[in-house]
């Protein structure tokens, strides 16, 4: 009944930027988190970034600290990821996710899988 659906990605040369979009639809959990994990050809889904329901806060994973920003709208169940000077690391699917309540910062937390958007960062 919840649909996610995401949007924005795109080729992009390295030090490029993307914007990312994400909106879960249907029912709204605002105990919940939302956030997006990526994943590259032949390796495991990984966590990239997620805001908390309950007050916004927002985490990240190391690599993508002072390059990435995540930001929401709870009344919307909408979320943001800003990409700013890409890597060729960063390329991958990029998937948004969702869950009835936090934490979200591994796969097999999120309740909710958006159909992924690809990202590719050139050389």
């Known amino acids: 009944q919840v649909h996610v659906e995401e949007s924005g990605g795109g080729l992009v040369q390295a030090g490029g930027s993307l914007r990312l979009s994400c909106t879960a639809s249907?029912?709204?959990?605002?105990?919940?988190?939302m956030g997006w994990f990526r994943q590259a050809p032949g390796k495991e889904r990984v966590f990239v970034a997620s805001?908390?329901?309950?007050?916004?806060?927002?985490f990240y994973v190391e690599p993508v600290k002072g390059r990435f920003t995540i930001s929401g709208d709870n009344a919307k169940n909408t979320v943001h990821l800003q990409m700013d000077s890409l890597k060729p690391e960063d390329t991958g699917v990029y998937y948004c996710?969702?869950?009835?309540?936090?934490?979200?910062?591994?796969?097999?937390?999120?309740?909710?899988w958006g159909q992924g958007t690809q990202v590719i960062v050139s050389s």
């Open positions: 249907g029912r709204t959990f605002s105990s919940g988190d």
């Open positions: 805001i908390r329901g309950t007050d916004g806060r927002t």
């Open positions: 996710a969702a869950n009835q309540f936090g934490p979200l910062t591994i796969a097999p937390q999120a309740n909710y």
